[in-house]
């Protein structure tokens, strides 16, 4: 069976300071990897998505970049965070054979101080 | 741009109720719709997911209808129970994004009480 994990689970890190979040996903190959924000109060906003490896989409401008090293890891980073990066980090995972469903890992909790 | 909506935004009821939860998108080319469940500080679980074909599906206790024209879907539980309680989802995914990566427009979740 798949499993997808998230680490670090809570994190809590000044202005300024770097950040890398990681997810992995077992038992699956070649899958498409997505990484969600969910900010107090809204939905969840889609931010990276990967295909492949080193094949990143971003879908909006922001203080944070995705890189894909390997077929079943998927980075989420920062150089230098802001106040307003705070939030709930999901990663997700869809098979190729049905890309229309998404798996989600259990999140990171980011507090910017 | 997709805009997915659903109300209410909280609600509490007590054990045993059957509850409905909506959803209205703006968009109606939908490829298909899906509703999650999100607990308190943990990730999504799928729920049902329903094909722009489809009118309803169900699951148990669930059951989730798709009206494509008027861009409307409800989540129907039946007889509420305390374990219900959590957050629940829906998201869209348009037609015009059919292909190898799935993206997702999220509401922003009705959080749901039942209470013994």
Known sequence: SQTIHQWPATLVQPVGSPLSLECTVEGTSN?????YRQAAGRGLQLLFYSVGIGQISSEVPQNLSASRPQDRQFILSSKKL?????????????????PYEQYFGPGTRLTVT | ?????????????????????????????????????QD????????????SSQREQTSGR???????????????????QPGDSATYLCAVRLRSQRGTASKLTFGTGTRLQVTL
């Open chain 2, 62 to 80: 669930l059951n989730a209808s798709l009206d494509k024209s008027s861009g409307r879907s409800t989540l129907y539980i039946a007889a509420s």
């Open chain 1, 82 to 98: 802001l106040l307003s990066d705070s939030g709930f980090y999901l990663c997700a995972w869809s098979g190729r054979d049905r």
């Open chain 1, 31 to 35: 899958p498409n990897l997505y990484w």
């Open chain 2, 1 to 37: 741009k997709q805009e997915v909506t659903q109300i209410p935004a909280a609600l509490s009821v007590p054990e045993g109720e059957n509850l409905v939860l909506n959803c209205s998108f703006t968009d109606s080319a939908i490829y298909n719709l899906q509703w999650f469940r």
């Open chain 2, 40 to 51: 308190p500080g943990k990730g999504l679980t799928s729920l049902l997911l329903i094909q």
